[in-house]
């Protein structure tokens, strides 16, 4: 039998160790998702008039992988509902991490290695996702639903035309009612790389099922579907990736080309018959780097019918201030054209950023000083998303729909 003061020592090493495996998660995101201005926000009248009246949408945000409870306010992070309503956010996109290397960087990534593992295990993830990608994804679907559940209406899962219309309604509705914030927001969700599907294409059916909306061929490492443009090789599609968009825009499901290498945007938009999106970026006018896109690669984006979600980050725009951010939204306005670009913060997403999900209505104030009309600013806040978002799920309704007609 140990000594008491052995067995004292050994108790205080369990509990330290104990402490740090519960509070992994937190300490982990703390050092990743940094705010240079936390709140309170203040914009002028002005704006704020405006803000009030917008559909403010955001195309990206992994705030699901850190198993904060997006229902109380943090103290850390960039996003909750408390937070998307205070900022006047109608839409967020909880997009879906599953693998992420060590190392990463934006130039040259393997996929020998992954952080996600440890991060689930330490957060307490089902087994099952462990060792699974897909059900890695298919935990955090359950969370954002759980989530909802819980809210009492303040946060709705789109996944049909009828979700959407329903919540619109119920936002407009509230508009009229009072000059106070909705207390509402909506999310749908997405994916960072098709490896989540492990290779197999039926579980593109599986994952739009289970609610995904929106999912990019490839994250930060080349796979089974096409190359990154972090990747080894970055090269194009895959015959099985050619077989994956098809079914993805059968299903109503948005391709986002975030991250995509070069073969990888070109390859899509060559086959794509639906507006593509890039839900988190730069342009390589403002900030010239690998992450970003050139301006053909913004026109052709535009041909599609699609959206440019403009990021947050240093890396995306060359600046940690809103004015960097106008910046890129500025240039990829004057490229692609005004019903082309959108938001996409990247929150949550491992970036230091400038304001939280309540700061939205800089952004509106930072578009007015920098001379965009209203209905300018309201395209690029919200409505060019609307409308990519609203297109996409009444094909995913008249797919679903359509067997029982035959």
């Keep these: ?25 937190g300490l982990v995101e703390s050092r990743m998702n940094r705010t ?30 850190f198993g904060r409870d997006l229902l109380e306010r943090g103290s850390r992070g960039h996003v909750d509902v408390p937070r998307l309503t205070s900022g006047g956010v109608a839409l967020q996109a909880f997009t879906v991490v599953s693998k992420s290397p060590r190392g990463l960087n934006i130039e040259r990534n393997d996929d020998k290695s992954d952080q996600i593992t440890l991060l689930a295990m330490v957060g307490r993830w089902p087994t099952a996702t462990w060792t699974s990608l897909r059900e890695r994804a298919l935990y955090q679907a359950r969370r954002l639903d759980l989530t ?21 309604g ?58 990154s443009a972090h990747g080894v090789q970055k090269g194009g599609l895959t015959p099985l ?16 080309l975030a991250h995509a290498s070069p ?19 730069g342009v390589k006018g403002t900030c010239n780097n690998t992450r970003n896109l050139s301006d053909d690669q913004l026109r052709a984006i535009a041909n599609s019918g699609g959206v440019i979600g403009i990021g947050y980050w240093d890396t995306a725009v060359c600046g940690t201030d809103v004015g960097a951010i106008v910046r890129a939204i500025r240039r990829a306005v004057t490229v692609a054209g005004i019903d082309h670009v ?30 965009f009309s209203e209905a300018e600013a309201s395209q690029v806040m919200g409505g060019n998303v609307l409308r990519v978002l609203a297109a996409a799920l009444e094909v995913g309704h008249q797919a679903s729909a359509a067997p029982a007609r035959q």
């Design 342 to 371: 959108g938001l996409g913060s990247d929150f949550d997403g491992a970036v230091t950023v400038p304001f939280d999900a309540a700061g939205f209505p800089l952004l509106t104030e930072a578009l007015l000083d920098a001379g």
């Design 148 to 168: 909802a559940g819980r809210s009492g209406g303040r946060l709705t899962v789109l996944r049909t035309p009828e979700d959407l219309a329903s919540y619109l």
């Design 241 to 256: 990736g050619r077989e994956v968009i098809r079914r993805m825009e059968r299903r109503g499901m948005i391709v986002d």
């Design 170 to 227: 119920r936002r407009d509705a509230l508009l009229r009612g009072s000059d106070q914030p909705l207390g509402i927001t909506a999310g749908f969700l997405g994916i960072e790389g098709a490896h989540v599907l492990e290779g197999r294409l039926d579980n593109v059916d599986v994952l739009y099922d289970a609610g995904f909306r929106m999912m990019s061929p490839t994250h930060f490492f080349d796979n089974e579907v096409g190359g």
């Design 1 to 25: 039998m140990a000594s008491p003061r052995l067995a004292l020592a050994a108790g205080g090493t369990l509990a330290a160790a104990l402490g740090l495996w519960l509070n992994a998660p």
């Design 263 to 281: 073969r990888t945007i070109e390859d899509v938009l060559a086959l794509a018959r639906r507006p593509v999106v890039v839900s988190h970026t």
């Design 36 to 65: 240079l201005r936390p709140g309170p926000y203040r914009v002028s009248e002005r704006a704020t008039a405006l803000h009030r009246r917008l559909f403010v949408a955001d195309l990206h945000a992994d705030s699901l992988l």
